[in-house]
């Protein structure tokens, strides 16, 4: 059984899949659909107003100022929406404790990326889905002659929020924790942050939704990510550079002591400044591949960015509530939705998905259920039939219509 309660079916599959000509769906769907829009198309200017502060991309003058304990304000406001949105498009939170496990494994692609979570005023981190990749790539044990597979777990979506702490505040903490004056802790800080842009504004909060990353790539989605070669490869390359280079030295030593002319002893340095030119060639190289992997991992696999998340997750969250109202309000008539028939019809649910699509999920009921309570649809854990539901939602609809 799945722990998965995302549902990986259109609302349209589903209503295909529960419609028959005794019980015509399409109205009572419209219906619902509308309904859930309604909430959800609030729910969005909501956040969209919270988030306008905040947001890297705005192109409106910011005629309204707040003061750093209102700004504080709405960022938990905002923080609190986004988590409920996505809890609504079925996403789950990762906490401290699992990112951390995460970002101390090793990437498999030869890659030393480091992350400092102290940089950070705030991460949050949702995932939805999880899935297999495979990895090929070739080892010294075959000569490099022959591919291998690697398995690596992802995640399917990967949602991203990340605010940087403001400079003042990160210098005073390197200060403290190294022990350094004012003016070498703003050198590190410097150093630490060298990839993002001069004009930053770090009051800015960005968030990104991804697709089918790996776990191990994670540290790839943070701005600050440094990247360094794994020591493996620096020994590699300090062994070929230096075991070349020391070698050429002592040639070019013995060449100069036995040169009779001039021009001798100038091919003799051409010849140790192309080795060493090479070595250093190599390491370039070994650095460029890696950068050219992860444009690659953050070009193909990026779904949406700042404001575009918020109606990315807003048109997901609806989706998901449709189809689990139309499934609960379908397959749970003739059900009272108590303690313990909830389960019952849970578990119904569930085989129904797998019978038909083949589909493995860990149905949210409770969810459904206050839905659908919301809607007047479930009265004292009772389902309200299909005609009866219908008359509510007109009501309900129109009634909101009134008010605004």
């Not at 291998?148 to 990160?170: G, P, S």
Request: charged content about 25%.
């Amino acid at each position: 059984m799945s722990n998965d309660t995302f549902i990986p079916l259109t609302p349209t599959a589903i209503l295909q899949s529960l419609q028959s000509d005794a019980v015509p769906l399409d109205q009572l769907y419209g219906l619902i659909r509308h309904w859930r829009h309604r909430h959800h198309n609030q729910m969005l200017q909501d956040i969209k107003d919270a988030y306008l502060c905040f947001s890297p991309d705005r192109d409106t003058i910011q005629a309204i100022k707040y003061t750093d304990t209102e700004k504080q304000q709405r960022k938990a406001l905002l923080v609190r929406q986004l988590s409920d949105m996505l809890t609504s498009a079925n996403y789950q939170a990762l906490d401290q404790r699992q990112l951390e496990e995460i970002l101390n494994q090793q990437s498999p692609y030869g890659l030393e990326l480091k992350v400092d979570l102290a940089e950070y005023e705030d991460v949050l981190l949702f995932a939805r889905g999880e899935t297999e990749q495979s990895l090929e790539y070739r080892s010294w044990k075959d000569l490099y002659l022959k591919k291998r597979q690697q398995k690596l777990e992802a995640f399917k979506r990967l949602f991203i929020l990340v605010k940087l702490k403001d400079e003042t505040q990160r210098i005073k903490e390197i200060m403290a924790a190294d022990g350094v004056s004012e003016k070498n802790a703003a050198k590190k800080l410097k150093k630490y942050r060298a990839a993002l842009p001069e004009a930053m504004d770090f009051n800015q909060i960005y968030l990104k939704v991804f697709k089918n990353v790996a776990k191990l790539d994670m540290e790839m989605l943070f701005p600050t990510t440094r990247i360094g070669l794994k020591s493996s490869d620096k020994i590699k390359l300090g062994v070929t550079a230096g075991g070349g280079t020391g070698v050429s030295l002592f040639a070019t030593a013995t060449k100069l002591a036995a040169a009779a002319n001039p021009m001798t002893a100038v091919g003799a340095l051409g010849g140790l400044a192309a080795v060493i030119f090479r070595q250093v060639s190599k390491v370039i190289s070994q650095r460029n591949k890696y950068m050219m992997l992860m444009s690659q991992k953050l070009y193909f696999h990026n779904l949406a960015n700042n404001r575009g998340v918020l109606t990315l997750l807003a048109d997901r969250a609806e989706e998901e509530d449709v189809k689990e109202m139309l499934l609960l309000m379908v397959l749970g008539q003739g059900h009272r939705l108590d303690s313990n028939n909830t389960p019952v019809v849970k578990s119904h649910i569930e085989s129904f998905l797998k019978t038909t699509f083949g589909v493995d999920i860990d149905f949210d009921i409770e969810d459904a259920k206050n839905q659908l309570r919301a809607s007047g649809l479930l009265n004292n854990d009772e389902l309200l039939g299909f005609d009866a539901a219908k008359v509510t939602l007109k009501a309900e609809l129109i009634e909101q219509l009134d008010i605004q």
